[in-house]
């Protein structure tokens, strides 16, 4: 799964980063942020839904959006997606069309907020 | 016979008694006098005979000797005295006034010149009795003397009347005494026949009533005719209380059958009224809803209903303004078991003779916990199949996304997103059918279709359809058959997928350069064996316990890593023992595992 959104991700022109577990991604995230984050819930070590609380309160005033693939609906992760900023949920399976140009927009609007580097 | 005749004939009996008294006391009487003057007669006659003729004849009355005599003879019974000569003529006589001295024929016989006999007086034809005797002179034959007596008295002798009223009169009496006792004892009787008659009318005797009949004979036909009756009706009501006894014992039987029945019921039965009151309750109701039958009877269920839902249904259903005319039914978990489910219904009861009528309410309470878990489970089913297919769908849809930008992409990339649709697909299909098979094993819809499958050939079918993904890995797969396998009755085709599930396995584990061997051999007990041994990464001991659990995947980084959905051994688990066989695991981990199959196989001798 992950290959092809890394591949279609790298198609798109974005440097991507992939990572094993949520252990590694908040390693990985807390030595440097990244612009987006897209994570699965079933993961070992640390599972997405930890690994976004772990995040929540890490860095409280994170600048990037992350997305949540789920197979379940967003319905029911909301005993705690109530405590996330500026986090969407997809179900699987997940469009990689709908990644990508929902990533497109989000950056877009970044830019024009101000002070976003170019993907 | 009547009193009045019986009086009358007591009456008759006494003056007959009476006269018969009277009858024997006058002939008795009789007798008396007839001696006595007899005694007087031959006495006075012997007397004068003594005395010589001239004495007699001619003394005057006054100085005659038998004047004398017979003078003492002032009965009435004296007739006379005479003295007659020989030729009858009289001498000399002495009459009481009014008698007259009949004739008679003397005797001339010496022999006998004493007797007597009996004469008829001439004047009123009386009886005389005579005595004579002879009058001697010098010894010679002068004339007779003659005494009459009268044979029977002129009067009763009055001085025996008043001796003779005073034996009659005891019998008078007596038999009036006799007749008022007879009558006094007999009234109740008459009551009785009286009463008799009344009874018989009033139970519809056609003879009854027909007049008094005081008669005795009467009194013992009533009383027989009402013994009958009475015989009759206590027979009736004999027969009528054994029909009742036996009924009611019959009821009794039925009822307690019913009861039976009811106490066998499964379910918890409540029959409630209007009002919600229980009026029965089966044995059922303690285990279901935690009370005792006896403390729910008559209780209304605020006061013993623990479970709130069930009180707020009938609570609800016993205010309701109509009767309850439809059912009703909750689920609820019972209180401190949240892993139980109960399920309460409620049943309007009509009466019997008119269905628009509502008695009151039945309750059923029914544990289905089972049913509840299995709904469940098979939500959790549907669910969890869904949740498995996302991930191969995920994938294929990715990557034929990516496809559709064919002209951008590199060739391998091209590859590489035809083969993943393509393996992900076969996944799926394979996960489907699985999850499928399970089912079915699980709802027991799977039947086990047995044919004559030879083991040898068996194992090779598997060995050869596993061969090109053992290939595609890089491990070989050998095969190990003992020279005398036979046939067994298998399905071929649940096995083939056990095996091929137990050999995939093998292979997915393994490293690159590993072996997968696939062998079976007979054992001593008439059982078959078939193992599957790899050297690959092997299961802990831990995991070896739960490996054979559904759903279950050891948390272990290289089984992650590699991808199942934790069904293949459940199934392949399924499977043997369908066919009542075991399966077991031994392992080493990082050294590798060997699962081993033992069933009942060697049909070689039994069938042929």
């Given amino acids: 799964m992950t290959r092809v959104i890394e591949l279609f991700l790298r198609r798109e022109g974005y440097a991507v980063e992939v990572v094993g577990d949520g252990q590694e991604a908040l390693e990985s995230i807390l030595r440097q942020a990244p612009d987006a984050l897209i994570t699965d819930i079933n993961m070992p070590r640390m599972s997405g839904k930890e690994l976004c609380l772990q995040l929540e309160r890490q860095l409280p005033e994170r600048g990037f959006r992350i997305i949540v693939m789920t197979s379940m609906t967003e319905r029911d992760h909301r005993d705690w997606s109530g405590e996330m900023r500026d986090t969407v949920f997809m179900e699987k399976p997940v469009s990689m069309r709908h990644i990508v140009s929902m990533l497109a927009e989000y950056f877009a609007d970044r830019r024009a907020e101000g002070g976003v580097p170019d993907a | ?608």
Wanted: aromatic share 6%.
């Fill in chain 2, 1 to 608: 016979m009547s009193n009045n005749r019986f009086g009358a004939i007591m009456l008759a009996a006494s003056v007959l008694v009476a006269g018969l008294i009277i009858g024997l006391l006058y002939w008795h009487q009789l007798r008396v006098y007839r001696d006595t003057i007899r005694n007087h007669g031959v006495a006075m006659v012997r007397a004068l005979s003594m005395v010589e003729m001239p004495q007699l004849a001619t003394a005057s009355r006054t100085t005659s000797l038998f004047a004398a005599l017979t003078g003492i003879e002032s009965s009435d019974a004296f007739a006379y005295g005479a003295v007659v000569t020989k030729s009858g003529e009289k001498v000399f006589e002495v009459a009481s006034p009014g008698t007259i001295v009949p004739a008679a024929t003397m005797p001339t016989e010496p022999a006998a010149w004493f007797g007597e006999h009996m004469l008829t007086s001439p004047g009123d034809g009386r009886k005389i009795r005579e005595f004579y005797g002879p009058v001697l002179t010098h010894g010679e034959l002068e004339g007779f003397v003659r005494v009459g007596y009268y044979d029977s008295p002129r009067f009763l002798p009055f001085a025996d009347i008043s001796y003779v009223a005073l034996m009659a009169l005891p019998v008078f009496l007596l038999t009036g005494l006799c007749i008022f006792m007879i009558r006094q004892e007999t009234r109740p009787i008459t009551q009785l026949s009286q009463r008799l008659d009344e009874i018989g009318k009033s139970y519809g005797d056609a003879e009854a009533g027909l007049g008094p009949g005081l008669e005795n004979r009467d009194l013992v036909r009533r009383l027989n005719k009402f013994l009958h009756m009475v015989e009759t009706r206590t027979r009736e009501l004999d027969q009528q209380y054994l029909a009742a006894q036996t009924s009611s014992r019959l009821l009794a039987y039925k009822q307690e059958k019913a009861s039976a029945v009811l106490d066998a019921i499964p379910e918890a039965v409540l029959v409630l009224d209007a009002s919600a009151v229980p009026t029965y309750a089966n044995p059922k109701i303690e285990p279901l809803l935690g009370v005792d039958r006896k403390e729910v009877i008559g209780v209304p269920p605020q006061k013993w209903c623990k479970e709130k839902e069930v009180l707020q249904l009938l609570m609800r259903l016993s205010n309701q303004t109509g009767p309850v005319v439809d059912a009703n039914s909750i689920e609820y978990s019972p209180e401190g078991h949240p892993d139980r489910k109960i399920l309460g219904s409620v049943y309007p009861l009509f009466s019997p003779r008119d269905h628009t009528i509502v008695l009151g309410m039945l309750v059923v309470f029914r544990e289905i916990s089972d049913e509840f878990r299995a709904r469940q489970a098979g939500a959790e089913f549907v669910a969890q199949v869904a949740h498995e297919l996302k991930a191969p769908l995920g994938n294929i849809a990715g990557y034929s996304e990516l496809l559709l930008d064919y002209a951008a992409l590199e060739e391998s990339d091209r590859v590489n997103a035809v083969n993943v649709i393509h393996d992900e697909t076969e996944r799926a299909a394979a996960l489907i059918d699985n999850l499928l098979n399970i089912a079915k094993l699980e709802t027991g819809t799977l039947p086990l279709r047995r044919q004559r499958v030879r083991i040898p050939d068996l194992l090779r079918d598997t060995a050869d359809s596993m061969g090109k993904i053992a290939a595609t890995k890089g491990v070989s797969l050998e095969l190990k058959l003992a020279p005398d396998l036979g046939s067994a009755r298998l399905d071929k085709d649940l096995f083939r997928i056990a095996l091929a599930n137990l050999v995939s396995n093998a292979i997915k584990y393994s490293n690159a350069g590993g072996r997968v061997i696939l062998s079976a051999e007979n054992l001593d007990d008439l059982q078959t064996k078939i193992s599957v041994r790899d050297e690959g990464i092997g299961i802990s001991a831990a995991d070896c316990e739960r490996v054979f659990d559904k759903y279950y995947r050891s948390g272990d980084k290289e089984v992650s890593a590699r991808s199942g959905h934790g069904l293949g051994l459940f199934l392949a688990k399924q499977i043997v023992e369908l066919h009542h066989g075991t399966i077991s695991v031994s392992s080493t981990l990082g050294k590798g595992s060997e699962f081993t199959i033992e069933f009942h196989g060697q049909t070689q001798q039994l069938e042929e």
